[in-house]
């Protein structure tokens, strides 16, 4: 699935012309009765302009109201024959979200229109930007753009027949090489989001582990970026004992993958992503209710993060090395399945009491730490729908994070903030640690009691992280499922989030001190 091209023209190029309009609050005494106030314009006037203005206040059918679009066909402006009409909201609450959400609200209002290419008249969206910061809008513009039209259908034998709309042009804005690469890292960013997206959405028959580690194979080829692929003989020589525990009840054998991305200096260590990659997750024998359990096919969106992640940095050609590690396999009951108060042993030797197989993540994410702890990381970052706790505390509007590196942390929060995908921190107070201690073995997967959920999670990360290596855990259970909060998020389908987050992250990278 590609997106439409966008470029910035001087001419319209189209029939139609885009303009972005502010609403306005009613004065308190019309709040009442009277008509809606008429949106405002910030952009270039022009007498059509004022023509047009002039209707929209006879009419009052269309107030600027955020993401409402109005298509005026067969209505003359300058050259264009079409006016769409495009709500950004009150002008004192605009910022890039804003812009990422008329974005897709056109690209949405285009598909539907069957308009084949737009003009966007630049200065009506981008008027209140400072020159300066207009690259980041335009690029936040471009993303909502590109993402609003994700769907899945290859596996459709009838595909909805729709229409698909081929450019967008964006007038009045400066040709220079800022905005070129505004356009272009949106544009990465759009299609490794779209790839992360469909993994997602192939349902568990259509990405075993294995073909999971085909799909991130190929794309990896097609970027330049090493990967390399253990299968189940080398899994066991390599002692991740908690991975294939977790596989063990499956007839699908688990997989490691490695992808490695080689930016920066040859002296730095690479930063590391880890992902979970439970490419269905039945809960094992401690099995989950039937109810919705097909929304498990994404339990390998952490590794779905991490390859986009992975596509992103090596098509951006970001100057800073990166490894990443998926672990991968499917969790099944099944006669050869683990079982609760089995007891498994990670990579250096720690041994887990099983509690719950369906605390399985956690196992292969463990394995995973260790593994690229022994190729000297700067740093660790890890992604994986661990948690149902997490969507109780932050509903699908926040990816958790904890960690062990305020430095790291306050990084992670500082991208979030540039980039709008929204974290939150959740604490691991020291005595979660209690929660998990076994008699049996060094730490069990999970504590007797419900209570914070996803701290106990992270807590059970952080007995396999390296004291000195600075490590952020990210819950995406909520935050990288389906989506309704906004409108490039197509919901039912996989959100692909922290790609932008950890892109941003990383092209700002600068190497980390290890913890004291
Ligand atoms: N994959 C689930 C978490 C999950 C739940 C993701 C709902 C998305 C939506 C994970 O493996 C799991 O089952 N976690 C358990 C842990 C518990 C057994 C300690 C949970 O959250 O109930
Ligand atoms: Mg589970
Ligand atoms: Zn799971």
Same mark, same amino acid.
């Given at each position: 699935m590609s997106s439409p091209k966008i470029e910035l023209a001087s001419k319209e190029k189209t029939d139609t012309l885009a303009l972005g309009f502010f609403s306005k609050k009613a004065e308190k005494k019309d709040k009442k009765k009277g008509p809606p106030p008429s949106p405002e314009f910030h952009g270039t006037a022009s007498s059509d302009l004022t023509a047009l203005q002039g209707r929209l206040q006879d009419s009052h059918h269309f107030t600027g109201r955020r993401n409402d679009t109005n298509l005026l066909r067969f209505y003359q402006y300058g050259a264009y024959t079409n006016v769409l009409l495009v709500g950004l909201g009150s002008a004192s609450k605009f910022k890039t979200e804003t812009v990422r959400q008329a974005g897709a609200a056109i690209f949405l209002a285009q598909r539907r229109e069957k308009l084949s290419g737009i003009t966007l008249d630049g200065p009506s969206l981008f008027a209140n930007v400072e020159s300066k910061e207009i690259p980041r809008y335009l690029q936040a513009f471009c993303e909502g753009y590109g993402l609003a039209g994700y769907e899945f259908t290859?596996? %459709?034998?009838? %595909?909805?027949s729709r229409f698909k709309p081929s450019a967008l042009y964006i007038s009045g804005l400066e040709k220079n090489p800022a905005n070129a690469k505004a356009i272009q890292t949106a544009a990465a960013l759009c299609e490794s989001i779209n790839f992360a997206r469909a993994l997602g959405d192939r349902p568990g028959n259509y990405a075993t582990p294995d073909l999971l580690s085909k799909l991130v194979g190929d794309m990896a080829k097609s970027v330049g970026v090493k990967c390399t692929v253990f299968n189940k003989a080398r899994i066991i020589k390599e002692k991740m004992g908690l991975l294939m525990g977790v596989g063990q009840g499956s007839v699908e054998e688990p997989r490691f993958i490695i992808l490695e991305y080689k930016g920066g200096k040859k002296s730095d260590p690479p930063v590391a992503l880890i992902g979970k990659g439970i490419t269905f997750d039945t809960g094992g024998i401690s099995i989950k209710p039937a109810l919705k359990m097909e929304e498990m096919k994404y339990d390998m969106m952490g590794s779905a993060t991490v390859a986009g992640t992975m596509m992103a940095v090596a098509k951006l050609k970001l100057p800073v090395n990166v490894t990443a590690y998926i672990a991968a396999a499917e969790n099944m009951p099944g006669g050869k399945a683990q079982k609760p108060g089995d007891i498994a042993t990670s990579v250096t030797g720690k041994t887990v009491e099983i509690i719950n197989t369906d605390a399985e993540g956690r196992l292969a994410l463990a394995d995973a730490i260790e593994y690229a702890q022994k190729e000297n990381p700067q740093a660790i970052l890890d992604y994986a729908t661990l948690t149902g706790a997490v969507i109780v505390a932050l509903g699908t509007l926040a990816t958790g994070i904890m960690g062990n590196s305020r430095e790291l942390i306050k990084r992670v929060e500082e991208a979030s903030e540039a980039t709008d995908e929204r974290v939150w921190e959740l604490p691991l107070f020291e005595e979660f640690d209690e929660y998990l201690r076994s008699p049996f073995a060094d730490i069990k997967n999970a504590s007797d009691l419900r209570e914070a959920g996803s701290s106990i999670g992270g807590t059970f990360l952080k007995f396999f992280v390296d004291k000195k290596i600075p490590w952020v855990h990210c819950d995406i259970a909520g935050s990288g499922m389906q989506r309704r909060d906004k409108n490039y998020m197509p919901r039912n389908y996989a959100a692909g989030a922290m790609i932008r987050l950890n892109t941003h992250l990383l092209a700002n990278w600068e190497r980390i001190k290890p913890l004291s």
């Open positions: 290859d596996l %459709k034998q009838e %595909k909805p």
